[in-house]
């Protein structure tokens, strides 16, 4: 059997409406790549995020290959290019899974956690970007129907250990453990600490998780 030879590193993102979410990421500390093969749709419209990313990646010298799709919302249809890149590229050193939301996004990500590739995730509102590892993901039942809860409470507003406890009728305890879980996958955010307790909201990837996978987790 013949192995596939890398000589350069590279990255895989979707571009969708704004150019932000794929040049951000490249401005953190995250791992540098030589390459970035960016999936975007036919005839889009999106041809000054197109133009800037260009020009960006031409100034900090990173190659950028653009592979047009019909659709980036179609599941099937991302997965299988990611497939198909990987099989003749080898894995990516990262993916980024920020731009823009839909079910090629979470075709993107699904991918990545079988396959062990981290994913990048450049949170808009506090301008900066986060990796998350897919092991965290893999060692829990992320469907597991009390995270899937208090994903949604917190989204909710039900921000505190005593309203999630009480909402979902368990005990504090359950509650804080498995808070301390959502942290360290990054999906959940320890906001400063009140007066009275902690506080609790949704980091970039946990919105990101609950928008993408809305259809499985929300019924």
Known sequence: MTSIIVENSYAITILNKVEDYVIKPFLSDIPKVDRLIVILNKNSGYDQPESKIKEFFDLINVKIDLIYVN??????????????????????????ISCGSGIGMSALAIFSVN?????????KETDRTIMVSPKKIQKMDIFDPIYVNLIKDIAGGKNTIRQLATSNRIDKSTVSRRLKNLISMEIVDRMDNSRHAYKFSLSEFGRWFLE??????IK
């Open 71 to 96: 659709d980036v919302t179609n599941f099937f249809q991302i997965f299988l290019l990611v497939k198909s890149i990987c099989s003749q590229s080898g894995s990516p050193s990262w993916v980024n």
């Open 212 to 217: 993408n996978f809305r259809a499985v987790i």
């Open 115 to 123: 396959r062990n590739i981290p994913m990048v995730i450049y949170e």
